[in-house]
Nanobody, 115 residues
Framework: QVQLVESGGGMVQPGGSLRLSCAAS????????MGWYRQAPGRGRDFVARILSGGRTNYADSVKGRFTISRDTGKNTVFLQMNSLKAGETGGYHC?????????WGQGTQVTVSS
């Protein structure tokens, strides 16, 4: 089993920045990719960004140029640097790891973008 723990959420004004972290533990050797989804109130989860085991990254069109996903392999941690945040990007940010053919999820960390 893989356990994921997110941190770094909080409240920020529009245009501000936050850095989210996702620490993985357990059976991490089989992880193929890790990434982030956002869930706004009353909505399903929307893809934000992912990083594959070889280092390739993908982003939702809406965050390209503003968000950066990276990883610290030694610490089994993935980061999401979010700049120029918008009010519509408020929501729970959930980290996932794709391992053994399925996504494993963390509990999420709340991001609120408001003036």
């Amino acid at each position: 089993q893989v356990q994921l723990v997110e941190s770094g959420g909080g409240m920020v004004q529009p245009g501000g920045s936050l850095r989210l972290s996702c620490a993985a533990s357990g059976s991490i050797l089989g992880i193929v990719e890790m990434g982030w989804y956002r869930q706004a109130p009353g909505r399903g989860r929307d893809f934000v960004a992912r990083i594959l085991s070889g280092g390739r990254t993908n982003y939702a069109d809406s965050v390209k140029g503003r968000f950066t996903i990276s990883r610290d392999t030694g610490k089994n941690t993935v980061f999401l640097q979010m700049n120029s945040l918008k009010a519509g990007e408020t929501g729970g940010y959930h980290c996932y790891a794709f391992v053994d053919g399925a996504n494993r999820w963390g509990q999420g960390t709340q991001v609120t973008v408001s003036s």
